[in-house]
């Protein structure tokens, strides 16, 4: 993965020749992401996990038992027009509450964003088969056969199928990748906009995953008929994209 951290040191100038004071010292930050999640109106955590207590909007009574999922490539659009890509990743982790809070491992300087964006997922140009040490031992890998690479998210639990019996979902959501071959992979990762933010110190956006939305916006998902099976089901993956667009909102942005 190149880094694409581009010019910093434009921005200081720029922020420098605006400044009537030329001995103004700036100094790199970095940023924090927080993440939560939620059912609807209602907090999530892993306390939640093993039990049947939620309902998706097709009637589905369901539980969850491990979730966890990728988020790459914050980029960040200065006022100036300059561009930064910070060249981070972090697995979030909520049944082993781990990643729940991610700080930048770059700095960027502080100032008015027009933008800021993070990716659910790796692009294409950065999933890479078998390049993640930590992601290989946390086992996030896609099978070379379904197109390598890695998982964008790892959702599993249980629901209450037709005939009132337990039964297990595999909500995995990775790269539509056509077994048949009849269809052209396709990189089922998204960016959300989070919009204009101003940096400065200690700067936290305060992010929340509806986990509710993965099975009701825009395509009511019937557990019945999508459950496993799901990482070779091309069609899946395409509706699974469809449904992530409305999951992440930004609950705050703090200084």
Not at 115 to 131: A, K, Q, Y
Not at 187 to 201: H, P, R
Not at 248 to 253: C, D, P, Q, R
Request: charged share 15%.
């Amino acid at each position: 993965m190149k880094t694409k951290i581009l010019t910093l040191l434009c921005i200081a100038l720029i922020i420098s020749s605006c400044s009537e004071d030329n001995d103004l010292n700036i100094e790199p930050i970095s940023i924090t992401l927080n993440f939560s999640h939620s059912w609807g109106e209602n907090e999530v955590t892993n306390a939640d996990f093993n039990d049947l207590k939620f309902t998706n909007d097709n009637g589905d009574q369901m539980s969850i038992e491990h979730l966890r999922y990728l988020i790459s490539e914050i980029v960040l659009t200065h006022e100036s027009g300059v561009i930064t890509t910070l060249d981070d990743y972090n697995l979030v982790d909520l049944t082993n509450n781990e990643g729940l809070i991610f700080t930048t491992s770059a700095s960027i300087l502080p100032g008015d964003y027009t933008s800021v964006s993070f990716r659910f997922g790796f692009s294409d140009e950065n999933n890479i088969d078998g390049v993640y040490t930590d992601l290989n031992t946390a086992s996030f890998n896609v099978p070379t056969i379904l197109g390598g690479g890695y998982h964008h998210m790892q959702f599993d639990g249980k629901y209450i199928d037709d005939s009132d019996a337990e039964a297990p979902f595999n909500y995995h959501v990775i790269n539509a990748f056509d077994l048949t071959n009849i269809n052209d992979p396709v990189n089922t990762s998204f960016q959300l906009n989070i919009g204009a933010v101003a940096v400065g110190g200690n700067t936290n956006i305060n992010l929340n995953m509806d986990i509710s939305e993965w099975f009701k916006t825009p395509n009511t998902w019937n557990l019945n008929e999508y459950d496993v099976d799901l990482m070779s089901n091309y069609e899946a993956q395409l509706l699974m994209n469809q449904n992530g667009a409305s999951v992440f909102s930004v609950v705050s942005i703090t200084q």
